[in-house]
């Protein structure tokens, strides 16, 4: 492996001031931005949207009833999107068999796209990285680059979900972990070059809700971002039915989390289900989120995936920088 499960350390992302937190509205559009297709005929979900060139490049989930891969979308306005095709598939010559290579966090770093990627077993995947120069053509490395952790641990049976952002010399990675009772939670870890990662000593950040909360039974796809002196972030939650809904938290050190009350819902009949998958781009006093969602309550795929936009947006409180 290029990177053990061994590595660990204390750590924060750079602090920010804090200040006054407003009120949060969520409006979204009534019809999905993007729909199912071909390749892409079961779902269509997780969106990674990158911004370059004044060109929005959507790397986004599509499952065909067997398969998970990556497909490639642009967008000259981030609301109509053109589909280009399947930019990434699971090698079932390599650790990534032949289930998924999808979920993923695509950046725009050092003239190429970094895309770090959920890929193995389904009862058991790691996260991987692939780069490119177009978004079309890609290059894998050979071997999970975030693995699971050691017996007993939190991330001991999957990892997956990462969400990737850059902070001072740092990137830090958001992802899901599962350990032994099936418990999906949301930890972090630190590299410098993207490629070799260290996870934080205390992980998870995010615990599970209490017994009856939108939240109690998992977490994960977390999204993170930072504005008016927070890192803030939106993730999915699952009850008992199933059903997915998203929340908001948080937090000055992006370690230390607090739930503020906003419980994201499905607003239409395609997304009555399932609202998750967040992406987000800052705008001044609003978020502009593609997320995903289904009609069907269901723990993983098959949900009639769709992929949306909203806008989330600061009201109410007096915000300064």
Request: aromatic share 12%; with cysteine; glycine share 12%.
């Given at each position: 492996?290029?990177?053990?499960?061994?590595?660990?350390?204390?750590?924060?992302?750079?602090?920010l001031p804090g200040g006054a937190s407003p009120q949060w509205q969520w409006s979204a559009r009534e019809f999905p931005a993007m729909t199912r297709g071909s390749w892409d005929s079961r779902d269509v979900l997780n969106p990674s949207i990158v911004r370059r060139d004044d060109l929005y490049y959507n790397f986004?989930?599509?499952?065909?009833?067997?398969?998970?891969?990556?497909?490639?979308?642009t967008s000259s306005d981030g609301i109509a999107w053109q589909k280009q095709g399947r930019v990434l598939s699971p090698?079932?010559?390599?650790?990534?068999?032949?289930?998924?290579?999808?979920?993923?966090?695509?950046?725009?770093?050092?003239?190429?796209?970094?895309?770090w990627y959920q890929a193995g077993p389904k009862n058991g995947p790691s996260i991987g990285l692939a780069r490119s120069s177009d978004g079309r053509s890609w290059r894998k490395y050979p071997a999970a680059v975030v693995a699971h952790g050691?017996?007993?641990?939190?991330?001991?049976?999957a990892i997956g979900d990462p969400y990737?952002?850059?902070?001072?010399?740092?990137?830090?990675?958001?992802?899901?972990?599962?350990?032994?009772?099936?418990r999906q939670r949301i930890g972090l870890a630190r590299s410098r070059d993207?490629?070799?990662?260290?996870?934080?000593?205390?992980?998870?950040?995010?615990?599970?809700?209490?017994?009856?909360?939108?939240?109690?039974?998992?977490?994960?796809?977390?999204?993170?971002?930072?504005?008016?002196g927070f890192y803030w972030m939106l993730y999915t939650g699952r009850n008992r039915g199933e059903r997915r809904r998203m929340g908001l938290a948080r937090s000055r050190d992006g370690v230390n989390w607090q739930r503020t009350p906003l419980v994201i819902s499905g607003q239409a009949a395609w997304d009555?289900?399932?609202?998750?998958?967040?992406?987000?781009?800052?705008?001044?006093?609003?978020?502009?989120?593609?997320?995903?969602?289904?009609?069907?309550?269901?723990?993983?795929?098959?949900?009639?995936?769709?992929?949306?936009?909203?806008?989330?947006?600061?009201?109410?409180?007096?915000?300064?920088?």
């Open positions: 492996m290029l990177t053990g499960c061994g590595r660990y350390a204390d750590f924060t992302l750079p602090v986004y989930s599509g499952f065909d009833g067997k398969t998970w891969h990556t497909g490639l979308a090698d079932p010559q390599t650790w990534e068999g032949d289930y998924i290579a999808a979920n993923g966090s695509a950046l725009w770093a050092n003239n190429e796209f970094l895309y050691p017996r007993g641990s939190w991330d001991e049976r990737v952002i850059r902070a001072g010399d740092n990137f830090y990675m958001y992802y899901l972990g599962q350990d032994r009772a099936h993207g490629l070799e990662w260290e996870k934080l000593r205390t992980n998870p950040v995010l615990e599970l809700g209490d017994d009856g909360a939108f939240d109690e039974e998992g977490l994960g796809e977390p999204a993170v971002w930072a504005w008016h009555s289900q399932v609202v998750c998958d967040p992406a987000v781009e800052v705008q001044s006093d609003r978020m502009r989120v593609w997320f995903g969602g289904g009609d069907v309550a269901s723990p993983d795929e098959n949900l009639h995936g769709a992929i949306g936009v909203a806008t989330l947006q600061a009201v109410g409180a007096t915000l300064t920088k």
